[in-house]
C-alpha cells in the first residue's frame, strides 16, 4: 500500500521515482493485483490442447523439430535467459526492446508493476495446467533442455498453456501501453519470449499461444483495477524521467538482436 502511495506521489509530481517502493516490497513475496476468484478461468478459457495425431498436433511437433538446429547457439543461451523470472534480473528482460533500464532504482513503480503482473499470469494458467497434465516435449522425446536445473520438477507439471509465455505477454502488452513508441519492438520481444519456451525444448507452440490467451484475459481484467491502473500512470511518468536523462539498458542489445535474428523460425 505504502508503495502504492509514493508512485501516486510520482504521478502528481511530488516525490522522486526513486522514493516509489521500499525495498522489501521490491524483493520480498509480492502478491498479485488480482484475487483467485478475479483471474480469467483458464480452462473456460482455452480450447483442449491439440489432440495426439492431430493436425494441430503436428504442427507442434514440426515446431519443436524446426528449433533443434538452435542448440548451443546464441538464441539457445537467450532462451536459457528468458526461463529466469526471478527479480531483479528478470525486470530487466524488455529492457531493449523498451530503449530504457527496468531496474528498482530508476524505475521501481514499472519494476514492481512488472513483478505485481508476473504473479496474476502466472496464477492464471495454473488451472487448466493442473486440468489438462500434457506433457512436455523434452520427456516425450527424451532430450535435453535449455535448463536442466529444472528438468525433474517440470517433467511433472503441465505443459499447456505456457505460464512463462502469459508472463511474457503480459509484460509485453503492459509495455506496449505504457510507451507506445515501442509497440513493434516490445510486442517482437513477447513473441520471442515465448518462443524461447520451445527453444527450450519445454513447450510445445501450442502451450505458448494458450499462455499468450491466458495473459490477454489477465491484462483485460487488470485495467479494472484502480491500484494497476494507477501503477500504469507512475510508471510512464518514470519512463519519461529515465527518457529525459537519455539512460539506456544495462543490457548488451546488439548482442541479443542478434541471437533474436538467428533461425530456426517456430511459423
Known sequence: MRSLLVCLLVVAGLAGPAAAAPPDALHGKVKGYLAQGDLPDSVSLLAPPPAQGSAASAADEEAYRLTRSLRGTPRWALAARDADLDFPEAAETFSCALDAPINDKEMPCLYQLLLRAKADAARATGKAKGHY????????????????????????SGSYPSAHAAVGWAWALILAEIAPERIDA????GREFGRSRVVCGVHWQSDVEAGCMVASGVVARLHADPAFRMQVEAARAELAGVRAKKLKPARDCKTEAAALALGGKTE
Do not use: H, I
Request: glycine share 0%; net charge positive.
Open 186 to 189: 516490445v510486442l517482437a520481444r
Open 133 to 156: 497434465l500434457r506433457v512436455r516435449p523434452f520427456v516425450v522425446y527424451k532430450e535435453a533442455t535449455c535448463t536442466p536445473d529444472f528438468e525433474f520438477r517440470m517433467a511433472f
